[in-house]
T-cell receptor, first 116, second 110 residues
Framework: KQEVTQIPAALSVPEGENLVLNCSFT??????LQWFRQDPGKGLTSLLL?????REQTSGRLNASLDKSSGRSTLYIAASQPGDSATYLC???????????????FGKGTLLTVNP | DGGITQSPKYLFRKEGQNVTLSCEQN?????MYWYRQDPGQGLRLIYY???????QKGDIAEGYSVSREKKESFPLTVTSAQKNPTAFYLC?????????FGPGTRLTVT
């Protein structure tokens, strides 16, 4: 059974700092990995979807990397801002999740606080 | 205004009552999902539907029921059999490999 772990559970940084969030998964036979952002009391917003054939995906100040062989993904946030404060979650489909059985397994998230 | 609508935002019920949470989408996505989120826990899958008139149990389906009579709608009923129904409930759709989420409904049962 696929398990997804995110460390640390919480991170506090000063504004302007570059930072890395970590996501690890136990079964490397994944189709892709998706990073989400969740603001308090809100739904999830998709940030980046990185396919298994890709090693990196970029969107603005965000860069996600994927290393299937080691079962790890990182989300790099450049020049952090107070508006980046949120919980960041990663999710992967289990290896037996294909076609009509497609579903995601989520990590518990990292709560990021960017201090002005 | 396009997207996924969940109503109401907050819902309060007495223990022993069934309650139905609404999820509507106008994205024309075939697949829809229901998740439950508790403090300190990740999202846990309750039910999902890949196509109209078909749905599958997720990891924590006990005490819940769903229907998928229309592509746009995927309501979730929390029954009195659910032991700990108080939680934040999230509905999602999928196109390709990417999931999109609604704003959520916070259910409180006392």
């Amino acid at each position: 059974k696929q398990e997804v772990t995110q460390i640390p559970a919480a991170l506090s940084v000063p504004e302007g700092e570059n930072l890395v969030l970590n996501c690890s998964f136990t079964d490397s036979a994944i189709y892709n990995l998706q990073w989400f952002r969740q603001d308090p009391g809100k739904g999830l917003t998709s940030l980046l979807l990185i396919q298994s054939s890709q090693r990196e995906q970029t969107s603005g100040r965000l860069n996600a990397s994927l290393d299937k062989s080691s079962g790890r993904s990182t989300l790099y946030i450049a020049a952090s801002q107070p508006g980046d404060s949120a919980t960041y979650l990663c999710a992967v489909p289990p290896s037996d999740s294909g076609g009509s059985n497609y579903k995601l397994t989520f990590g518990k998230g990292t709560l990021l606080t960017v201090n002005p | 205004d396009g997207g996924i609508t969940q109503s109401p935002k907050y819902l309060f019920r007495k223990e022993g009552q069934n309650v139905t949470l609404s999820c509507e989408q106008n994205l024309n996505h075939d697949a829809m999902y229901w998740y439950r989120q508790d403090p300190g826990q990740g999202l846990r899958l309750i039910y999902y539907s890949q196509i109209v008139n078909d749905f599958q149990k997720g990891d924590i389906a006990e005490g819940y029921s769903v229907s998928r009579e229309k592509k746009e709608s995927f309501p979730l009923t929390v029954t009195s059999a659910q032991k700990n129904p108080t939680a934040f409930y999230l509905c999602a759709t999928r196109t390709g490999y990417e999931q999109y989420f609604g704003p959520g409904t916070r259910l409180t049962v006392t």
